[in-house]
């Protein structure tokens, strides 16, 4: 099977993330996307606290319930100490042999790849798939990306969505609107455990 992986924080998954993992079932011919939320994002740990784990799971339950094509995996909520994609990927691989392994990410991402963990070792167990912002964008995030073999590089397109986690906790946060920024019940999950205020 060809499983795309997209990794993130999910706090909150919001249709942003749906929208891309759709898209790369499409264009990419997955046969699955696996969500993996992160225990310990150790880029974000001195940024602000992170909602605990088992909301952001909860969340990712009620966003993906009726699509069967969309999963979750829990590796890293089950590992102690800081997530990094590189360990998830190499215990992914190891774990699904018979598997071809797409790890997901949009242009932001791609273009900070060389400040992660270990990348190179990213690339050993995954083909990359980017959504970049704009279709002129992918020439020149390949030329600031290096140390990457460049042809284990899809590319990989989206509509346009501007929202974000973080504006979706502000915005709860001020008693803004989110309900059409999130996947159906998502809204409702965070009235009622009162997150983000």
Do not use: C
Request: aromatic share 6%; no cysteine.
């Amino acid at each position: 099977m060809r499983i795309g992986i997209l990794g993130g924080t999910f706090d909150p998954v919001h249709i942003g993330h749906l929208i891309m993992a759709d898209e790369a079932i499409a264009q990419l011919s997955l046969d699955q996307v696996l969500f993996v939320p992160a225990g310990d994002p150790w880029r974000k740990s001195d940024d602000r606290r992170i909602t605990p784990a088992e909301h952001r799971l909860a969340m990712l339950r009620i966003a993906l319930a009726g699509n069967d094509r969309f999963g979750i995996s829990d590796i890293e909520l089950r590992r102690e100490g800081p997530s990094y994609t590189a360990d998830t990927l190499a215990t992914l691989a190891s774990e699904r042999l018979d598997d071809e392994l797409v790890f997901l990410l949009g242009s932001d991402a791609f273009a900070d790849l060389p400040h992660w963990h270990e990348p190179h070792r990213i690339v050993d167990h995954a083909m990359l798939a980017v959504a970049p912002r704009e279709t002129a964008d992918m020439r020149g995030l390949l030329a600031r990306v290096t140390g990457i073999d460049l042809d284990r590089v899809l590319k990989f397109e989206m509509p346009r969505v501007d929202v974000s986690s973080t504006d979706v906790r502000g915005r709860v946060a001020a008693g803004r609107p989110v309900r059409y920024l999130l996947p159906p019940g998502v809204a409702g999950y965070i009235d009622e455990h009162r997150l983000y205020r």
